[in-house]
C-alpha cells in the first residue's frame, strides 16, 4: 500500500514565477491538506481540500492556491513567488469525515527554495 | 486561535534514559492530538494519535497522555536509543492542524 506521495522532491525558482506542487494521497483517503514548513519551525496549515473543494483555509495569502481531482490526488500553486516562500511543503492526507479516525499521514515533502 | 508550545526546544541524554516531552495548548475545543518524529529534511512520521475522549496512547516504548481540561500532552519514550535522534513534533486537530515548534532529541551513544 503506497503511503502519501509528492512530486517533485527538490525545486529552485526565481522570484516572480510560479510553481506546481503535486501530491497523491494514502489508498483509502480523501482529504487532503497542505502545510508549509519553514526551517527551524513547525508546520503551517496552508488549505485542505475534500470532495474537490477546499474546505479550509490557513492564513496565507491568495497567490497559494490549490485543486483536488476525482481521483483525490491534489496540487499546490503558488504564484509571483517571493524569497519567504523558501519551505519544505508537506502534503497530508486522512480519511473523510464519514471516518471515525483523522489520523493524518504525511508525504516526504517538497523542498522549494527561492532565489 | 489555538497556540501549541513544546517544551524543551532541544534536548540530549544519553542512550538508556527515559525521555519526557511537553506540549501545551490554548484552546481545548479539540478532537484529538497527534504526536510526530520528523527526520531532518524529511516528512513527518506520525507516532500516536490521542482522540479527544482518551487520556492515554501506547505503542511500545512510547506512550502519551493527554489532559483536555489542562491543556497539556507529554509524549513518554522509555529506555532511549541513538535511533530515537530526531525532531519531535506535536499537533492539536481542530479540523486542522496546529503545530508546536517541536522538540530535537539526540540521544548519546
Known amino acids: ?115 | 486561535k489555538q497556540e501549541v508550545t513544546q517544551i524543551p526546544a532541544a534536548l540530549s541524554v544519553p542512550e538508556g534514559e527515559n525521555l519526557v516531552l511537553n506540549c501545551s495548548f490554548t484552546d481545548s475545543a479539540i478532537y484529538n492530538l497527534q504526536w510526530f518524529r520528523q527526520d531532518p529534511g524529511k516528512g513527518l512520521t506520525s507516532l500516536l494519535l490521542i482522540q479527544s475522549s482518551q487520556r492515554e496512547q501506547t505503542s511500545g516504548r512510547l506512550n502519551a497522555s493527554l489532559d483536555k481540561s489542562s491543556g497539556r500532552s507529554t509524549l513518554y519514550i522509555a529506555a532511549s536509543q541513538p535511533g530515537d535522534s530526531a525532531t519531535y513534533l506535536c499537533a492539536v486537530d481542530d479540523y486542522k492542524l496546529s503545530f508546536g515548534a517541536g522538540t530535537t532529541v539526540t540521544v548519546r551513544a
Open chain 1, 1 to 115: 500500500d503506497a503511503g502519501v506521495t509528492q512530486s517533485p522532491t527538490h525545486l529552485i525558482k526565481t522570484r516572480g514565477q510560479q510553481v506546481t506542487l503535486r501530491c497523491s494521497p494514502k489508498s483509502g483517503h480523501d482529504t487532503v491538506s497542505w502545510y508549509q514548513q519553514a526551517l527551524g519551525q513547525g508546520p503551517q496549515f496552508i488549505f485542505q481540500y475534500y470532495e474537490e473543494e477546499e474546505r479550509q483555509r490557513g492564513n496565507f495569502p491568495d497567490r497559494f492556491s490549490g485543486h483536488q481531482f476525482p481521483n483525490y490526488s491534489s496540487e499546490l500553486n503558488v504564484n509571483a513567488l517571493l524569497l519567504g516562500d523558501s519551505a519544505l511543503y508537506l502534503c497530508a492526507s486522512s480519511p473523510g469525515l464519514e471516518s471515525t479516525s483523522y489520523e493524518q499521514y504525511f508525504g516526504p515533502g517538497t523542498r522549494l527554495t527561492v532565489t
